[in-house]
């Protein structure tokens, strides 16, 4: 008799930069019982030498507004500007997030920004939700003919964003 087998779903891959040790812990969590691999680093130098070694692999970068020796506007501008990379969902969790630093990351290409005071659940689905929105941005760019910079100005680069601080808010480009 012909034994099959189901293949496992695939982990996501996350890299987790956060200098409290507890939300670090509690967030590393939260994202395996999400079915994330989850790498992590507690301040920016060692968070930029994972991101280099591991970025092809990452599904999502979360990382602390306030980390260490390189924060997350630092980390966004690295991984949006001088990176050019547009595939990895990016996920900020700061404390008391005002909306100018919402617009200002989510201007950088930040996929949302995650009030702490949410707690890791929040950020761990935020997480998953920019890697899904990313996936599904991805897809539509492979199956669309037409080339993004043929399409008119308010499509060719407006994908779905949001931010959370003390509330779920819808942003576009």
Do not use: N, Q, Y
Not at 23 to 40: D, N, P, Q
Not at 42 to 66: I, K, M, R, W, Y
Not at 81 to 99: I, Q
Not at 143 to 157: F, K, L, V, Y
């Amino acid at each position: 008799m012909a034994r099959t087998t189901t293949p496992s779903p695939k982990l996501l891959r996350a890299l987790v930069l956060d200098a409290d040790a507890d939300f670090l812990r509690a967030l590393t969590r939260s994202l395996e019982t999400r079915s994330c691999s989850v790498l992590s680093a507690s301040d920016g130098s060692h968070g930029v030498d994972l991101l280099l070694e591991e970025l092809l692999s990452l599904d999502v970068l979360v990382v602390d507004v306030a980390l260490p020796h390189r924060d997350g506007r630092a980390f966004a501008e690295l991984v949006r500007r001088a990176g050019g990379e547009r595939e990895l969902a990016l996920v900020v969790v700061g404390r008391d997030a005002g909306p100018e630093l919402c617009a200002s990351l989510l201007a950088l290409g930040v996929d949302a920004v995650v009030d702490r005071g949410e707690g890791p659940s929040a950020v761990a689905d935020a997480a998953i939700a920019a890697i899904v929105s990313r996936g599904a941005r991805a897809l539509e760019a492979d199956a669309e003919p037409t080339p993004a910079a043929a399409r008119p100005p308010e499509t060719a680069d407006a994908p779905f964003r949001f931010a959370f601080s003390g509330g779920w808010t819808l942003l576009t480009a």
